[in-house]
Structure formats: C-alpha cells, structure tokens
C-alpha cells in the first residue's frame, strides 16, 4: 500500500498562484472557496528583508483531528493516506471546519456538504499527479509514495531539512516543507 | 445546481439515452458523469494566447465543454506546465461578458451605445468606408494597431490594402529598445522567449525584471530551476520583488540610474582585468573606446547616482567577472523606462560581451540556425507613400512606432490617417497620454475594433467585430526558433459561441468586399494551414494530434571551434563601439545622463505585472478576477505612516499634469524604496460592458501623461511621471 505523501520545496516557489486556478479548475471549487493558496510572507525593515513564499493546503494529517471531530463518520482516513469524505454522510455541521488547525475545510454551500483537498485522489488513480503538482511552474511542489525510496518526495526528504506546520499540533501531517530564507544583505 | 434524489435519477436516466445529445449539460454534471464512467474525456492540443508567450495546451472537454486547460508535455514554452492564466483561460472562453455579435455604434464616438447588426451588414459597412477613404485620401490612410496572433490575419490585409502603417505596441511600448539595443551590438536580438540558459548559469542578473510576477512559463521554470541548482541571484530593483527575495545580493537602486550602474560594473571589471580577454579578442571591435569612455564610471560615481554603496558594486562586479562566462544578464522584456533605453540595452549587452556570455553556457544561448521554406503568395503592392509608423527614427523597428501613426492622425501630416483597424491590442491601456490617443481617434472617418472583450478601445470603435476566443478557433501557426524549430497548432476546442467569428475568416471577408480576395487563396485557414505543412515536411494529421512538433537539429547552442558565431553587425563582431550609432550621430558608447527626480511629496510612478494577469486583458476574467480583482498602490511604509495612511485605504493618485487616477488601495510596506510608488499595471477599466472589472483599481496608464521618447528607436519612456497621494474624498 503506497503512503502518499506532499513535500513542498519553499525555495522553488514564486507565488505565481498556478496551482490555485488549476485546484479550482480541477475541482470545481466554487467561487471564493479554495482548496490550497500560497501566502506571501515578509519580515524585516527595509532594506533588510526577508521573504517567506508557502503553499498551503490539507496537511492530510496521519492523527486528523477532523476525522475524531466528526459526529457522522463522514471524514475518514484513507489507507494510502489522503483524508477524504464521504459526502453523503456529511450533513454540513462544520465540526471538522472548526477542528482543523490548518484552516483547510470549507462549506460546498452549493452541495451542502464539507469539501477540501484530496490529493486529487480521482487523478492518482488515473496514475496522474495532483493537479496543483502537473502545473507547478517552480517544481515546487512533489507529490509521491513515502514507502518507495525513489520517489521524488523520498528523495526530496532525504536530502534536506524539512518541517512541518504547527508540529506542536500533534497531527503528523503528511505535508512536509522545506524552507529556506533568502539571506538578506 | 442541487442534486437531490429525483435529479439525480432524472439525470442519470438522461445519460442512459445518449449524452451526445444534451450539448448544455451543466459543467458539475458533466463531471460527475465522467466520474461514474459515462463519460470519456477529450483532450485536444492548441496553444494559449492569454499571453505572448504561446504554450501549448491540453484542452480538455466533457461534452462539448472545455473544462480544464493543462499544459502540453511536448511544448518547449509549457512543458506540460501552465501558468495561473493559462489555467484560467475557459475564463475567458465562458466570460459572459464577450463580445456576442457586430455591431455598430448609433451614437457619438466613446458614447458606447450600440445597435447589434449582422455579419453582412457590418461588414459591408466596414468595406464601404475603407474604399471610399482609400478612394479620397489614399490607402496608405488606414493604419493597422495590433498584437499576438490576430496579426498575422490582419497584418496581410493592410499591406494588401496598400498601405505600410502598421503599429504594434509590442515594439514602441515594450521590447522595441531592448531588441534594437542588443541588435546593434551582436547583430541579432534575443529572441521570444529569450535565449537564456539561466539554468546553466552561477549568476544572474536580473534589472527590474520582477520573474516570477511577471509570468513567463518556461523562462519561470528555468528561474526556479537555477534557484535550485545554487545560482548566485544580482536584483536590481527599487522594490523588494518575489525575485529579489531569492536574491543573493538585492540592490534597492534609486530609478532611473540603471545605466550608471551599468557603465560602473563594466568600468570595475575593466580595471580589475575580469573581462574575458580571448573572448573579445577574437568576436568584439571597440574595446579600447569602450574602456576610455568608461573610465569615469567609477564605483563612487555610481554610489551618488544609483544610492547603493560604492563597495557593493565592487564586490558585485567582481561576482560577475568571477563566474564569467557562467552568467546570465537578463536583458528584461518591458523596457520602455526613460527614453534613453537603447543605450540601457547596449549596456546590458557589453557587459555581457566583457563576460563571453554571449552564445556561452549559463548566458544567452545561440538560436537554431534551422528555418522553414517560405510560402510563395501574391507580392503586396509598392505603398505609394512612405510609412508614417518609422518616423524620424533611424533604428525604428518593422513592429512600427504605435505614437507616430497617432501624431499624424491627430495633424494631418504628412498626410491624413483616416481609419484605423484595432486587433487584440487595447490602446488606451498599451499607449501612454490617452487624452493624445482620445484626439485621434475623434479625427478618424473609422475606427473599428476587432477583439473577443469589450475592452475600452473597442468601445470607442465605430464598427466592432466580435473575434472568438483562442479556444474556438485555427490561427497561423507558431514557429518557435529556439534551441530547435518547432511548430505549434491552434486549432479550435469548441465551435464559436454566440456569433463570433475567427480573426482569419473576418480578414478573408473584409479582403473579398475590398476586391483583394486574391491575396486569401484558399477556403479555410485549415486548408492554408494543411499546404504549408506539407511544404514544411510536418505530418499535419500527427500535429493536430500532439500539438506541436519539434524538428531535430544539429544546431549547437554554444560556441564552438566548429561552431563559430556570427554577428550581423556594421563590423562582423560585437560592437562595444557602435559604428552604426556614431554614423547617426548617438553616443558609440552609452553615456549616463541624470533624469529628473521627483520633488518633495511625489512619487515616481512605477508599474508592473501580476501573475495572474496579462495586460489589461484579463481583468475580467472571473477565474484570474478572483485572485486578484483590484491593484495596490506600494508605499513605503514610513512615508505612508507620515501622510497618513494605512494599509487598506483608498486614495486617489494626482500627476504632475493634473491627472487623476480611480480609488485604489494603500499597500504600505516595507518592500519598496521612499522616492517612488508601485502597482500593477492594466486596471481601472473605464468600459461598463466589463462588468467584473469596471472602475476597479487605478489605470496607471490614465497618469502616464508623459512619456520620454527614445530617439534611437522612438520607443516611449514610461517611468517619468510622479504622483501624488490624496486621501480618497468621502463621495467618490
């Protein structure tokens, strides 16, 4: 069973926001709502800058307090990994909104259903890669299987520092980042 | 649309029947049917025009609707990769704010009011009037304003017509100095998209070049890529842009003193002996002039001019010098600043020759020397007149200089301009002082717009064609001169919707009224397209199935003992020394000169792009309006903090002439220098038809009332006009 996993290289990224028109459109996101964005970050004063460039989007977490939050059984772990939801279970509570520590969940208001990322699980079966990763302009962002050692996410992991966000949650998010700051001069 | 039980059984039973015959199926139901397996996608390759720079795409349809755009893996400039625009292009193609059928103005020019009319009668009447002004004043009185694909449809009417005055505002309000720059010293420009072997290079130059917001897919995905590899980054920009945030050293340079920056690296890596001697031994002519001429370029002069100390442009020079060749000086693209941006361009270009970058790993590439056989077609007849779109300007390109045809339209001379034809180019946002643009036109017997949205210029149009989208139609197809030949196809996605009609099928109809059917020898563009494959040797059944094809070569990107350059130029070599400038009477070598800088309480106005814009043609696109529905005024954070404002205020923007700029937005921040403002250029659309867009932000060209005209290739200066912040009044 592979263990799915996203590493999002920081560096590589320019916030061009080609991952979040190609999530919408893969997706049907309804207007307003999205399933990943990219925040733009800086500290410093000026000259002395420093940017912060970061994809965010369902940390798929390996303890997701979603799922516990859950009163229907709707938002489930899959075996390889993804959270997922089945939608006709879901009643539109907003439980699992309210639990995730990521900001992750929306309201489908249209579908009166919970909606997030599923690690485009349609297109993994299809052997594609997440919409938000085939169009990736900087290559920052590297989806694959965690037990294949030659996956490109295995080998991104290996070979550099990486972290997680809100570690301290407890979640074990299967969304790993890798950061650099640009140094300022 | 809900689903509850009964649809959901209403729908299925429906798909049950056969879908084919349900064309206006909603897009969430096609989908979920293509999840049940009901349906089978199609994917149809054609290539994107949100932008210029032609990726080739995927286009994927349920039904007879597109319903994603992905890149083609086969494409050079994609990669199988698109950019935020190029993901949102069905935006465009199911904007229902398009243009839907011809029609003709009932009122007074810029009024917008409008009657529909038929494609007959519009186009009749269009035909009508160009014969009787060609009958009065001559053809050479219609001018032609153009850009992307629509040209190569609209260009052959004109000079079929009989007349030379095309204007592209590509050339004179865009890349026009920077290709004429690096022309005169290497004999060849840089191309579209550029040469750069950025992932090859140590280090990169980039000035005021914002990669990254300014979204050029393949060339993004090398900078990403050399990020990664470890190259050294050098931004050069008066604003701490997403690229100077991966920067190695960002330089936060006072505008309007590139050039002294420039001349001051070449002046340190000249004394320091980090030129690359054998290099300019063998390919370069003037270095002796060259190295006299810039003897006072010193480090501390820079310092006062530019504002970044004297020891980091040293320490900077000497990185270049350092990791020559290995380096990439990125000449720019929009580089229309300050009227004295040909001698910019050169300087870029010699400073790159000092470096060997030129045809060498990890700086500008050679390009294919591969080309296709041209197609025979009937001679355009001799203009009688001499074109009005060169002016005085000796180095002016064949793209034309967009501001003359206006001059001579607005006086009458040489001799009157008295139509002008308008494709996919909105002039009101691409030319500076629109008040100038405004007064020609109220001098035109004809003003017609052919475009897809009811942009501003279109609105002004006397007759408006409405073209369809890229993704309803065939257009020229797309030679890419590249590290190899390759040839793209567009071809239609989805039949026009509502009556629109393709560019080429509107030229070919307007030829026949104009009795110059001859020069549209065939049916379909298709057929036109079929023939030139075949002269081409290209499987045209196979193209149409894969998109694009790519001729293998032997062309070496590098030079080589076997491979040796050529330079097109006066010399036969890289002219540090220009002898084609000094025979016009310019500077052989580029000279620094000191523009204005804006007094106390103004600004400079600068501008720049979104990622998920292009132009001002996307503005209303509701999948790219979303994320970015309005521009920001940058500030500086303590300046703001001084006037006044916070971030999220609205304020209004005041000239030096007196011009007002919409509401926009405060962006105070820290990333941006004290002597100048930023926004994105390309909103405030004045066009109601517009409905997303209209009067959102401020239209930065609307305060561009100046502009310095570069006299080498009259490219007009954009980055010379200063502003003022006013609090927004209550009633606004």
Same mark, same amino acid.
């Not at chain 2, 519009?122 to 002004?133: F, G, P, Q």
């Given at each position: 069973?592979?263990?799915? =996993?996203?590493?999002?290289?920081?560096?590589? +990224?320019? =916030? +061009?926001? =080609? +991952?979040?028109? =190609? +999530?919408?459109?893969?997706?049907?996101?309804?207007?307003?709502?999205f399933r990943t964005r990219v925040l733009e970050m800086v500290e410093g004063e000026f000259p002395m800058l420093r940017m912060e460039l970061r994809s965010e989007l369902c940390n798929h977490c390996d303890n997701p307090p979603c799922v516990y939050n859950c009163p229907t059984g709707a938002s489930y772990k899959s075996e390889d990994g993804p959270v997922l939801l089945k939608q006709n279970r879901c009643v539109g509570c907003k439980a699992c909104v309210a639990a995730c520590p990521y900001d992750a969940r929306y309201i489908n208001e249209d579908k009166g259903y919970a909606d997030k990322c599923t690690f485009c699980a349609h297109r993994i079966k299809e052997g594609k890669q997440p919409a938000c990763v085939a169009t990736c302009i900087g290559k920052s962002r590297i989806f694959g299987d965690l037990e294949d050692p030659n996956s490109a996410v295995s080998m991104a992991l290996r070979s550099n520092h990486h972290e997680v966000l809100l570690a301290s949650a407890g979640t074990n998010p299967r969304v790993f980042y890798i950061k650099k700051f640009s140094k300022p001069e | 649309m809900k689903f509850s039980r009964r649809t959901f059984l209403q729908t299925s039973s429906a798909a049950g029947l056969g879908l084919a015959a349900y064309v206006a199926l909603p897009e969430k139901f096609l989908l979920w049917a293509e999840d049940q397996g009901m349906l089978k996608p199609t994917f149809t390759p054609t290539f994107c025009e949100i932008c210029f720079w032609k990726c080739g795409v995927m286009a994927k349809s349920l039904n007879g609707r597109v319903v994603k755009l992905e890149g083609n893996p086969s494409h050079p400039g994609a990669r199988g990769k698109l950019c935020a625009r190029g993901n949102g292009g069905t935006g465009l193609l199911y904007d229902p704010n398009r243009l839907k059928t011809p029609m003709i103005s009932t009122g007074a020019r810029g009024e917008g009011k409008y009657r529909t009319a038929s494609w007959? !009668?519009?186009?009749?009447? #269009?035909?009508?009037?160009?014969?009787?002004?060609?009958?009065?004043? &001559?053809p050479e009185s219609v001018a032609l304003f153009t850009h992307g694909t629509p040209t190569d449809h609209f260009l052959p009417l004109l000079s079929a017509f009989g007349s030379p005055n095309v204007g592209m505002p590509s050339f004179a309000q865009c890349r026009g100095p920077r290709d004429v720059g690096l022309e005169l010293t290497f004999g060849e420009g840089i191309g579209s998209p550029e040469r750069l072997d950025m992932t090859q290079s140590k280090v990169v130059v980039l000035i005021g070049s914002h990669l990254g917001e300014n979204m050029h897919n393949s060339q993004v995905q090398d900078f990403a890529d050399a990020v990664a590899l470890g190259a050294k980054f050098i931004v050069v920009d008066p604003r701490f842009s997403v690229a100077a945030g991966k920067a190695h050293s960002w330089l936060a340079i006072r505008p309007a003193t590139d050039l002294a920056l420039l001349l001051a690296w070449c002046n340190v890596i000249i004394k320091e002996n980090l030129y690359d001697k054998a290099y300019l031994d063998s390919y370069a002519s003037g270095f002796p002039e060259l190295a006299a001429a810039l003897a006072d370029c010193t480090p501390q002069w820079a310092e006062r001019e530019t504002d970044i100390p004297a020891d980091k442009i040293v320490e900077t020079a000497r990185m270049l010098g350092q990791n020559a060749p290995n380096v990439c000086i990125h000449p720019g693209r929009h580089a229309t600043w300050y009227g004295d941006d040909v001698q910019r361009s050169r300087a870029i270009g010699i400073l790159a020759a000092l470096l060997g970058s030129w045809g060498r790993e990890g700086g500008y590439f050679l390009a294919t020397r591969s080309s296709f056989p041209k197609t025979d077609s009937k001679p355009f007849p001799e203009p009688g007149r001499p074109a009005l779109n060169l002016g005085n300007f000796p180095f002016a390109g064949a793209e034309g200089v967009t501001q003359e045809i206006r001059r001579a339209t607005i006086t009458g001379a040489p001799y009157p301009v008295k139509a002008w034809i308008v494709s996919g180019t909105n002039l009101m946002k691409a030319m500076p002082n629109q008040k100038e643009t405004v007064e020609a036109i109220k001098k035109l017997d004809l003003l017609v717009a052919i475009d897809v949205m009811p942009f501003d210029t279109v609105m002004m149009a006397d007759v408006i064609l409405p073209e369809c989208s890229? %993704? !309803? @139609?065939?257009?020229? %197809?797309?030679?890419?001169?590249? @590290?190899?030949?390759? #040839? /793209? %196809?567009?071809q239609p996605v989805v039949p026009p919707l509502y009556e629109s009609k393709p560019g080429w099928w509107i030229a070919k109809e307007l030829a026949n009224r104009l009795d110059l059917g001859e020069y549209f020898p065939w049916g379909t563009l298709e057929e036109k397209i079929m023939k030139q494959c075949e002269l081409w040797g290209v499987n045209y059944q196979r193209l149409k199935q894969v998109g694009t094809v790519t001729i293998p070569d032997s062309a070496a990107p590098y030079i080589t003992p076997l491979m040796p350059p050529e330079f097109k130029t006066t010399s036969g070599k890289i002219e540090l020394y220009s002898i084609e400038?000094? !025979?016009? &009477?310019?500077? *052989?070598? *580029? @000279?620094? /000169? @000191?523009?204005?800088? *804006?007094?106390?309480?103004?600004f400079r106005l600068l501008y720049g792009r979104s990622p998920v814009h292009t132009f001002s043609r996307t503005t209303n696109n509701p999948e790219l309006h979303e994320l970015y529905p309005e521009n920001e005024v940058w500030i500086n954070a303590d300046q703001a903090r001084e006037l006044g404002f916070q971030n999220g205020d609205y304020v209004t923007l005041l000239n030096q002439d007196g011009a007002r700029s919409n509401r926009i937005m405060v962006k105070a921040t820290q990333r941006i220098r004290k002597d100048c403002v930023y926004m994105v250029h390309g909103f405030g659309t004045a066009s109601a038809g517009l409905k997303l867009a209209f009067r959102k932000g401020a239209d930065d060209q609307?305060?561009? /009332?100046?502009?310095?005209?570069?006299?080498?290739?009259?490219? /007009? &200066?954009?980055? #010379?006009?200063? #502003?003022?912040?006013?609090? !927004?009044?209550?009633?606004?």
């Open positions: 069973m592979p263990k799915y =996993a996203m590493v999002i290289d920081q560096r590589r +990224c320019v =916030a +061009c926001m =080609a +991952c979040v028109v =190609a +999530c919408k459109k893969e997706n049907e996101v309804p207007p307003g709502q | 007959d !009668e519009a186009l009749d009447l #269009v035909a009508a009037k160009l014969k009787k002004i060609r009958a009065q004043y &001559g890229y %993704l !309803e @139609r065939h257009d020229a %197809l797309a030679v890419g001169k590249g @590290r190899s030949l390759s #040839v /793209t %196809l567009r400038l000094k !025979e016009k &009477g310019f500077d *052989p070598v *580029p @000279r620094y /000169t @000191r523009h204005p800088l *804006p007094a106390n309480g103004e609307g305060l561009i /009332t100046r502009y310095a005209v570069d006299p080498i290739c009259g490219s /007009t &200066g954009m980055h #010379v006009n200063f #502003v003022r912040l006013e609090k !927004e009044k209550a009633d606004a």
